[in-house]
């Protein structure tokens, strides 16, 4: 009797990780542009001034339900020109990552990709948290301005032909 109580119990076991394995082993999502302006934020507050989010040019992963990772570009028209030559985007993390190997911790950051591929990494006074070198894709034939493209464990995050590997923790 016990051993049957026992089987049984296995069983039911396997059963219940077998439906829930998928589930979790699916791993990060990419956000559709449907569903976009229900995660992204419509501005983006920087050293005292607020920018509209360019929606056309955001992205979005869900790591799992209300928790993502989020990158858009803004429009910076208004700030001052040193401004608009360092800060084009910002990333809202509700989970720690790491961003081309430097962590960064739940939070808005803002960010800027120089002509020479490197990735800047702000605070929201305006201090420069990190910067690093992006990798370029040259086979990439109709580049956007900012996507995210799913890459093993985690993502690429793409500024036209330039991307870093952003793991998701």
Excluded: C
């Amino acid at each position: 009797m016990h051993r049957h109580r026992l089987r049984f119990a296995l069983w039911t076991l396997l059963f219940f990780a077998w439906h829930l394995v998928p589930a979790s082993a699916q791993g990060p999502v990419i956000v559709s542009e449907e569903e976009l302006p229900r995660v992204v934020p419509t501005g983006f507050y920087y050293e005292g001034q607020v920018a509209p989010t360019q929606m056309r040019n955001a992205a979005a992963v869900r790591i799992r339900e209300k928790k993502h990772v989020i990158a858009a570009l803004v429009d910076n028209s208004g700030y001052a020109t040193e401004t608009r030559a360092k800060i084009e985007g910002f990333w809202a993390t509700d989970v720690p990552v790491r961003i081309g190997g430097r962590n960064l911790a739940v939070g808005v950051y803002p960010f800027g990709v120089t002509r020479e591929g490197i990735l800047n990494v702000y605070d929201l006074a305006g201090a420069l948290l990190f910067s690093v070198k992006t990798s370029r894709d040259a086979g990439l034939l109709t580049p956007r301005p900012l996507a995210m493209v799913k890459a093993g464990d985690g993502v690429r995050l793409y500024r036209g032909r330039n991307y870093v590997l952003v793991e998701l923790r």
